[in-house]
Every structure is written in structure tokens, then in C-alpha cells.
């Protein structure tokens, strides 16, 4: 059974931090694609960023500089360090995985930047 368990989630201020986690089991970790979406209310679903299996990453262009996705194999694990919050990053953020051509998702966790 694959499971993603995000946590890190919370309010801050504008210009604050938060670092997202995501721990993956039931899954080949070093074979799978990971990365983040997030959606606000009455907004589309946008990735946010992802990291290969190599290591490579890609962002969203409103997120570029800010955010940092990274991966640590040890753990299964998957990070989004965001920096430099906005209003507008407020969302619920979900992990997701992509291995053996499935792709499976997190619960969510809300991310809630205060003005």
C-alpha cells in the first residue's frame, strides 16, 4: 500500500518560512518522481516544483527563487523549503509520486500566509 504522509504545514507571515515533508512508503523511492501541488479556493491545481530521480528540479515561474525542493533517500522523504511567503501562496499543498507510470497523491496539508 503506498502511503505519502505530508506534515509541515501552518500559518506564518508574509515573508516567513515554512518547510514541507513528505514521507513516502510502498514505493521504490530512488525510482520515483516526486513533487508538489498546491490549490487554492477557486483556483487551478499548479505544480509547484519537482525533483527527478537524478536530482533535477523544475519550479513554477511564481515560486522560482523562493521555494526548494530536495529529496533525501535515506528517509523516503521529500521537502519544500519555501521562503519568502506570500498572501498568495496560501493553499493546500499536496505530495505526490509518480512511479511505475502510476501517480499517487498526499492528503494535503494547508499552507495559510497572513498579510
Known amino acids: 500500500q503506498v502511503q505519502l504522509v505530508e506534515s509541515g504545514g501552518g500559518l506564518v507571515q508574509a515573508g516567513g518560512s515554512l518547510r514541507l515533508s513528505c514521507a513516502a512508503s510502498g514505493i521504490i523511492f530512488s525510482d520515483s518522481v516526486m513533487g508538489w501541488y498546491r490549490q487554492a479556493p477557486g483556483k487551478q491545481r499548479e505544480l509547484v516544483a519537482r525533483i527527478s530521480t537524478g536530482g533535477t528540479t523544475d519550479y513554477a515561474d511564481s515560486v522560482k527563487g523562493r521555494f526548494t525542493i530536495s529529496r533525501e533517500h535515506a528517509k523516503n522523504t521529500v521537502y519544500l523549503q519555501m521562503s519568502s511567503l506570500k498572501p498568495e501562496d496560501t493553499a493546500v499543498y499536496s505530495c505526490?509520486?509518480?512511479?511505475?507510470?502510476?501517480?499517487?497523491w498526499g492528503q494535503g496539508t494547508q499552507v495559510t500566509v497572513s498579510s
Open positions: 505526490y509520486a509518480i512511479y511505475n507510470s502510476r501517480i499517487f
